[in-house]
């Protein structure tokens, strides 16, 4: 059992930088980490994922460039970087974790979530 705990969340201006956390309990370095986010009245996407040593990372396009998935395995924590904030990057993030390969699916466990706003 892996129980999931982001923060970091909050209001920034379009443009700006935040970074957003997840600590994790359990196993940590046995999972493949993945950042999802869900805006109002749309589906939640996969934003990326990391894999359990850290050494493979994956990028959905509209984040590719401006957001960077770190770990650290020794804290149990797993980072999100976000810089160039848009508009359209405000939602919910969600922290997830699995057994297995970083892809957008099949994620066992998750965190409660915390809220990004950016602001024009």
């Known amino acids: 059992q892996v129980q999931l705990v982001e923060s970091g969340g909050g209001l920034v201006q379009a443009g700006g930088s935040l970074r957003v956390s997840c600590v994790a309990s359990?196993?940590?370095?046995?999972?493949?980490m993945g950042w999802f986010r869900q805006a109002p009245g749309k589906e939640r996407e996969f934003v990326g994922g990391?894999?359990?040593?850290?050494?493979?990372?994956s990028y959905a396009d509209s984040v590719k460039g401006r957001f960077t998935i770190s770990r650290d395995n020794a804290k149990n924590t797993v980072y999100l970087q976000m810089n160039s904030l848009k508009l359209e990057d405000t939602a919910v993030y969600y922290c997830?974790?699995?057994?297995?390969?970083?892809?957008?699916?099949?994620?066992?466990?998750w965190g409660q979530g915390t809220q990004v706003t950016v602001s024009s």
């Open positions: 990391i894999s359990g040593s850290g050494g493979y990372r």
């Open positions: 997830a974790a699995r057994t297995g390969a970083v892809v957008d699916f099949g994620y066992q466990y």
């Open positions: 359990g196993t940590f370095s046995s999972y493949s």
